[in-house]
């Protein structure tokens, strides 16, 4: 495919920067927009990444722009096909991402005003935690449509519970197929029935008590390498979640991913931003695709919509 149209990442912090390299080193954008409030941070990682350009041969411009608080700025990013939310503070030890709500609710609303001013035909793609609240939140300032806004979690929980498998088992991350659904956080679903080694269902291969090992090990995946590092949390593989649907967005694949997405009737569920599994394509959700599921994971799935739907109830108000 051609390198063509512009995708927009705010946020210039570690998710930002390492999601905005990735699309940049895709090299199918013509542009790749890094805004931040920060003076002078986007514009010199822009810099930064234009000069590692020739080294690892894409052409991919990456425009860098601070923004006022007035929304000074914001220019840059009209026009884009996708814009990838980063913006907000990320967890320290011990903090839950709902312990986010209230600061990411404020820079969450300033930077979905902007958006729908300069960017109202994007697909929106959220990052921002606590993630099933701030995507809908960014669908209420937005007034997008449910499609056009998603967030990302699915893929992320997804790869981690694929790694924890493959290292367990000692086979390569390719043979490994998993899923989770639900939310990014306590009510998450890994769906250890959808889950093979070279096609053999992971129960054949792991015991019951070993899979829930896994199962809790990826439930705290992000915790686990908060505890680590301190000072902030995991941007190495959430970027590469959000930048490959950015890039299933763009090309219009039709892929099916595990996304923060609207449900209306699908399982039953309506009203709520929950993850499960979508086809991406340039329109943000084609459809929601229904995973079979145990009846266990089912009532999963439905405690987790209950207690998303509960909690996003609440957002519009903060
Ligand atoms: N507009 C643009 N950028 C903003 C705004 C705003 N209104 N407010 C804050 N920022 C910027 C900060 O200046 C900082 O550069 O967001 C960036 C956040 O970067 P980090 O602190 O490095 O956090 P990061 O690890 O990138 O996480 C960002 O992703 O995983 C989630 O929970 C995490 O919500 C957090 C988000």
């Known amino acids: 495919m051609a390198r063509n149209g512009k995708v927009s990442v ?3 912090g570690f998710y930002g920067s390492t999601t905005a390299l990735r699309l940049a080193e895709y090299d199918i954008f013509e542009t790749v927009v890094l805004t931040d409030v920060i003076e002078g941070k986007p514009e010199g990682l822009a810099l930064d990444l234009n000069q590692s350009r020739w080294v690892e041969g894409f052409e991919t411009k990456v425009v860098g722009q601070t923004t006022g608080p007035n929304g000074e700025g914001y220019e840059a990013i009209a026009g ?21 709500i209230e600061t990411n609710a404020k820079i969450m609303r300033a930077v979905a ?32 449509p449910h499609k056009r806004v998603i967030g990302q979690a699915g893929m992320l929980d997804t790869a981690r519970f694929t790694h924890f498998v493959a290292e367990k088992l000692g086979v390569p991350v390719g043979s490994v197929t998993t899923l989770t659904l639900g939310s990014h956080g306590d009510t998450m679903v890994p769906v250890a029935s ?90 943000g959700i084609r459809r929601v695709v229904e995973t079979p599921l145990s009846d266990a994971e089912k009532a999963l799935l439905v405690e987790a919509y209950e207690a998303v739907k509960a909690k996003q109830g609440d957002v519009k108000d903060l």
């Open 194 to 283: 959808a889950c093979a080694v070279d096609g053999k269902p992971l129960a054949d291969l792991l015991s019951a008590d070993e899979i829930e090992e896994l199962v809790v090990r990826t439930r705290n995946g992000g915790a686990e390498v908060v505890a680590l590092l301190k000072t902030g949390s995991a941007y190495y593989a959430p970027s590469a979640a959000a930048a490959r649907m950015a890039k299933a967005v763009h090309e219009d694949s039709g892929l099916v991913m595990p996304v923060c997405a609207w449900v209306d009737g699908e399982y039953g569920l309506s009203g709520a931003y929950l993850g499960v599994e979508a086809e991406l394509g340039r329109e």
């Open 113 to 144: 005003e902007n958006i729908a001013i300069h960017a109202p035909d994007a697909v929106i793609i959220n990052v921002a935690n606590p993630l099933d609240e701030m995507t809908a939140l960014a669908q209420i300032v937005t007034g997008f």
């Open 80 to 100: 884009s096909e996708i814009v990838v939310i980063t913006a907000g503070l990320p967890r320290k030890p011990g903090m839950s991402r709902m312990d986010l």
């Open 10 to 12: 705010i946020g210039a």
